[in-house]
């Protein structure tokens, strides 16, 4: 069974679309996240969801909204897409800040 | 300037042969992480370390908090090792990225 698991896995849309990736997490962990990984490769965070609150929200256009319905989801919606927003976007979930944590597979989001 | 910085940033090497990866870090922390991005883009998590060494198969993670510094070691090299290899620091609110260290491991 997939611990961490993002969906889609490719996103091709085109600019001006409203899109969401979700996550999905079975491993009981307390914290979700979001992160963006540029065409250099560069990862930074976006987003940290523990319990259902945002602990941590990274200086990311509001176009972008972390959406948790309950502790074992945290979706990405993303208003308005722009070229720049092309990137992979991965959820990874840990049991808290201190400990290892468990990434998704990515999804490589093209805005055309 | 990058609060994590990685070095090198490209690295060859035989297979078999002993590989460092290093790290250094300006902030404040409460772990560090690192991470193995292999070329299908799928990430996995090493090591979490907060103090001292861990040993996980041929793989070695070390820290120094007050020279704020790790390194991550691989004895005996092998082709598969060839990853991106990320250090990522936990400040307690916050995660900086180094910017990862491309192995490649050669037959």
């Known amino acids: 069974d997939t611990a961490v698991s993002q969906t889609p896995k490719y996103l091709v849309t085109q600019m001006g679309n409203d899109k969401s990736i979700k996550c999905e997490q079975n491993l009981g962990h307390d914290t979700m996240y979001w992160y963006k990984q540029d065409s250099k490769k560069f990862l930074k965070i976006m987003f940290s969801y523990n319990n259902k609150e945002l602990i941590i929200n990274e200086t990311v256009p509001n176009r972008f909204s972390p959406k948790s319905p309950d502790k074992a989801h945290l979706n990405l919606h993303i208003n308005s897409l722009e070229l720049g927003d092309s990137a992979v976007y991965f959820c990874a979930s840990s049991q808290d800040l201190q400990y290892g944590y468990t990434f998704g597979s990515g999804t490589r989001l093209t805005v055309v | 300037k990058n609060e994590v910085e990685q070095s090198p940033q490209n690295l060859t090497a035989q297979e078999g042969e002993f590989i460092t990866i290093n790290c250094s870090y300006s902030v404040g922390i409460s772990a560090l992480h690192w991470l193995q991005q292999h070329p299908g883009g799928g990430i996995v998590s090493l090591f979490m370390?907060?103090?001292g060494k861990k040993k996980h198969g041929r793989l070695i993670a070390t820290i120094n908090i007050q020279e704020k510094h790790s390194s991550l070691h691989i004895t005996a090299s092998h082709p598969r090792d060839s990853a991106v290899y990320i250090c990522?620091?936990?400040?307690?609110?916050?995660?900086?990225f180094g910017t990862g260290t491309s192995l490649t491991v050669i037959p």
């Open positions: 370390l907060s103090s």
């Open positions: 990522a620091v936990n400040t307690g609110n916050q995660f900086y």
